[in-house]
């Protein structure tokens, strides 16, 4: 069973910078990793993805200030985050698809809060 573990979480200012770190378990081949937020009162929504050849991409509303490395070393995916604003604050979940592309692996989630 594939466990992921989430950590980097926390309070920061407007404008400031967090990373986010998701450890992924097990020895299987993971096909791709992603990192979703979900806001109180809101649906979760995905916030960025990396595929195992490397390609990315992102929701409208990090691009620019947010970056997913890749993971294939060491199955770890950090989320740098940059210029945070106070509507990025959610929990903020990681995601992996191994051989199954319809089933996707959680982690717990880890709370982001963003100031004004």
């Known amino acids: 069973q594939a466990q992921l573990v989430e950590s980097g979480g926390g309070l920061v200012q407007a404008g400031g910078s967090l990373r986010l770190s998701c450890a992924a378990s097990?020895?299987?081949?993971?096909?791709?990793m992603g990192w979703y937020r979900q806001a109180p009162g809101q649906q979760r929504e995905m916030v960025a993805g990396?595929?195992?050849?490397?390609?990315?991409n992102y929701a409208d509303a990090v691009k620019g200030r947010f970056t997913i490395s890749e993971y294939t070393y060491n199955n770890t995916v950090y989320l740098q985050m940059n210029n945070l604003k106070p509507e990025d604050t959610a929990v903020y979940y990681c995601?992996?698809?191994?051989?199954?592309?319809?089933?996707?692996?959680w982690g717990q989630g880890t709370q982001v809060t963003v100031s004004s």
């Open positions: 995601a992996a698809i191994y051989s199954d592309p319809r089933k996707r692996y």
């Open positions: 097990g020895s299987m081949t993971i096909n791709a």
């Open positions: 990396i595929t195992r050849a490397g390609g990315s």
